[in-house]
């Protein structure tokens, strides 16, 4: 191998070794037998593990996690799948405007959209909180949605569309019988990568949430602010094994290199 | 009527975002310009004139440059080895550079409080080696959050980088090396400049993303560090001051816009030279 190239290698191996090396040591400190975070651990123990069960706090944010991103990506799905159809189908006045609405949120400070937010829909409507924290989510999704379905729509070919029409089928049945069948990966890994966003979002949630009302992002930044114990680490590894297992349909649906891109 | 049916497909999404996210926002940003009297910009003339806001603003734009720069000089060579490699491996290192970004923020700043903590893996190693008797605080201070931006947002920059990079033709380079150019020259003066537009949107990220992160400097800042992000949380949740709290999310908005313009223009500058 070249020499210069070598040295290139070690320099990558290096930088993934910052990237990874953090998220390894959450790994082996969450089976510490210790009260407080030791690397390495002085033993080996899953009662870390078992205490995440025990608080009460964790297991209710989780499931309202799991509900306000689940219902969240659906109802950004719904309103999402017909724009990303009608941008990337049809040319008209205004598509790059309605374009730029769709992906705004993506570039919008999630810090400054969960305030106003708040100030907003909470304070001066008087909406639910619930309500907002989902409404928030949906903001929040929409552009993933319109970025991953156009994606997949790019590689659509519209002749099959028109061979179905010219067949009778009507607008409506072709979308649900010819379109979305052929675009059904794309909607999994929609869905997947939108769901993963809106469960770990911090900054909108942070202004949606109170008393009664949490998620788990949040309920694990109050904790780490005040304890130091495994617990987090124990939760940090199962949070981990399940990005992983998103991250595998991922793959499987999209491929990852649209990451890179 | 059926011509206009595409509209029809866009009016749901659309009136759910425009009455849901773009018109508080608006709100948001006329409301800090206007009290019962009037429109004024009293509050922006206050927000200068005081030394505890600019020097936080100052600090935020510091530290997210400094992430920035950290992040490009790191993630370059990075993105330009994974380029090179062939299919298998490059998916393996686009893999292992998605999975931290699809972690959970809290998970990720978390971790380096344990490395960096007063009683942490760098602490602990330190201490036993005998370099150091005390505790060093590497953790609440703007190297920590640095560190975490450059944590947070490297996998960005790299995937940028590296979705610009394996698209430039290898024979351009060959053709260079062919005619003369030496491997470094051969370097700058056609893969660098071909890979500008993905330096660009990895930086804006990386910028932008670091101007505006929330988790990140408040657990890794602590009260002495605060950036825009904490403060402008502290003024609306803590304090109750939400006329500074809409000021401060005004000129993130600002400063967002006008750096990531500044960033585009710059490289297009670049880009002329060629």
Redesign the interface.
């Known amino acids: 191998m070249h020499k210069t190239s070598k040295g290139l290698k070690i320099f990558a191996f290096l930088v993934y070794f910052f990237l990874l090396a953090p998220l390894v040591i959450i790994v082996f400190a969450s089976f510490g037998p210790d009260k407080s975070l030791t690397f390495p651990p002085r033993g080996f123990s899953l009662k870390w593990m078992a205490n995440i069960f025990k608080v009460e706090m964790f297991r209710k944010t989780f499931l309202i996690s799991i509900k306000i991103s689940v219902i969240g990506t659906l109802i950004a799905l719904v309103l999402g799948i017909p724009a990303a159809y009608a941008l990337s189908r049809y040319n008209f006045r205004g598509k790059s405007f309605f374009n730029g609405i769709f992906l705004s949120p993506a570039l919008i400070p999630g810090i400054v959209l969960g305030f106003s937010l708040l100030k907003y829909l909470v304070i001066y409507f008087k909406l639910p909180i619930y309500t907002s924290l989902l409404i928030g989510h949906v903001i929040i999704i929409i552009p993933y949605i319109i970025r991953v379905i156009s994606s997949s729509l790019s590689n659509f070919d519209y002749s099959i569309e028109e061979a179905s029409m010219s067949l009778g089928a009507n607008k409506v049945k072709t979308f649900f019988t010819v379109v979305l069948p052929n675009i059904r990966s794309g909607v999994i890994a929609a869905f997947i990568l939108a769901f993963i966003n809106s469960f770990n979002n911090v900054p909108v949630s942070l202004f949606l949430t109170g008393p009664g009302l949490s998620t788990l992002p949040i309920q694990m930044l109050i904790y780490v602010e005040y304890n130091f114990d495994p617990t987090i680490a124990a939760l940090s590894v199962i949070l981990m094994a399940m990005t992983a297992v998103l991250m595998f349909i991922i793959e499987k649906t999209l491929g990852l290199s649209y990451f890179a891109k | 009527m059926k011509k206009y ?3 029809l ?2 009016a ?3 009136i ?3 009455v ?6 608006i ?2 940003i006329s409301g800090s310009f206007t009290t019962e009297e009037g429109i004024t910009i009293s509050r922006y003339i206050d927000f200068f004139k005081d030394g505890y806001y600019t020097t936080i603003l100052l600090r935020t734009m510091k530290l997210s440059l400094i992430a920035t720069i950290v992040a490009a000089v ?2 370059f ?2 993105a ?3 380029s ?1 490699t062939n299919i298998n491996k490059r ?1 393996l ?16 700043s ?6 960096l ?1 007063k ?1 942490g ?1 760098v602490n ?1 190693l330190l201490t036993k080696i005998g370099i150091i008797k005390e505790p060093l605080s590497l953790l609440y201070n703007e190297f920590s959050i640095v560190i975490g931006f450059v ?1 947070l947002f ?2 960005l920059m ?3 980088l ?2 610009v990079l ?1 698209n430039i033709d290898k024979d351009l380079v060959a053709a260079a090396e062919s005619l003369g150019a030496t ?1 470094f020259k051969a370097f700058m003066k056609v893969v660098f400049p071909l890979s500008i537009p993905g330096l660009i949107v990895g930086s804006v990220l990386v910028f ?1 993303g670091s ?2 992160a ?2 990140t400097p ?2 890794l800042g602590g009260t002495k560090s605060r950036v825009l ?1 904490t403060v ?2 502290q003024n ?2 803590t304090l109750f001051d ?1 006329d500074t ?2 000021v401060v ?1 005004t000129v ?2 600002v400063v ?1 816009i006008v750096i990531s313009g500044l960033i585009n223009s710059f490289a297009r500058r670049l880009d002329s030279r060629r």
Not at chain 2, 20 to 25: D, G, K, N, S, V
Not at chain 2, 97 to 102: G, Q
Not at chain 2, 110 to 115: G, K, P, T
């Open positions: 049916s595409f509209y497909l866009l749901p999404g659309f759910f975002l425009f849901f996210a773009i018109l508080p926002l709100m948001v790191f993630g060579p990075t330009y080895y994974i090179k998916g290192y686009i893999a292992f550079a998605v999975f931290p970004m699809l972690t959970s923020p809290v998970v990720r978390f971790s380096w409080m344990v490395i903590g009683y893996i602990n944590y490297m996998p790299i995937l940028s590296v979705g394996e491997r932008t101007l505006t929330y988790t408040q657990l992000a402008m949380y609306a949740m939400w709290a809409a999310a993130m908005i967002t």
